[in-house]
Each structure stands twice: as C-alpha cells, then as structure tokens.
Nanobody
C-alpha cells in the first residue's frame, strides 16, 4: 500500500511565496512522473505542473513563470515552489505520482490535498 503525504499549504498574502512538498510512504519499486494539480471551489481539478524521473518539466500556461516544480529522486519527493501568488491561485493542491508497485504494474496515486489560500 502506498500513500502520498503532502505538506506546506497554508495562508499567504498576495505576492508572497509558498513551497509544497509531497513524498510517498509504503513499499514500491520506483516512481515515474510526479506532479501537482489543484481544484478551486466550483471548478474541476486542473494540472499545475509535472516532472518526470529524468527532470523534464511541464507547466500549465496560467502559472508558467511563477511556479517551479522540482524533484529529489533520492527522497522520492516532489516540490512546488510558488512565487508571486495571486488570489486566483487559491485552491486545494493535490500531489500525484505514477507509482510502480510491482515489476509490471503501476498506478496513479493521489494525495489527500493541501489547502492554499492567498489573501488579497
């Protein structure tokens, strides 16, 4: 059984910064792509950023230039550095990871989510 543990959410002023972290617990062989998604009230969940095991990143257009995703493969931890935060960034942020739990089996796991609130 694998669980993704998120941390770093909270309340921040507009223009400020926040860093989210996500790390897996449990038994697994490897992790491929990891990423962050978010869901604001009344909206569907959307992709924020992803990073492959090789370090290739992908960002949503509405946050490119403000957010940075990074990864520590030794710790199997993914981070989301959020700068120049806006009120529109307020949402529950979810960690996602493609986890290989057996040689020929992998699945997508989701964290419970961490609330990010940006005050204006």
């Amino acid at each position: 059984q694998v669980q993704l543990v998120e941390s770093g959410g909270g309340l921040v002023q507009a223009g400020g910064s926040l860093r989210l972290s996500c790390a897996p617990s449990g038994t697994f062989f490897s992790i491929d792509t990891m990423g962050w998604y978010r869901q604001a009230p009344g909206k569907q969940r959307e992709l924020v950023a992803t990073v492959t095991s090789g370090g290739t990143t992908n960002y949503a257009d509405n946050i490119k230039g403000r957010f940075t995703i990074s990864r520590d493969n030794a710790k199997n931890t993914v981070y989301l550095q959020m700068n120049s935060l806006k009120a529109g960034d307020t949402a529950v942020y979810y960690c996602n990871a493609a986890v290989r739990t057996a040689t020929f089996f992998s699945r997508s796991y989701w964290g419970q989510g961490t609330q990010v609130t940006v005050s204006s």
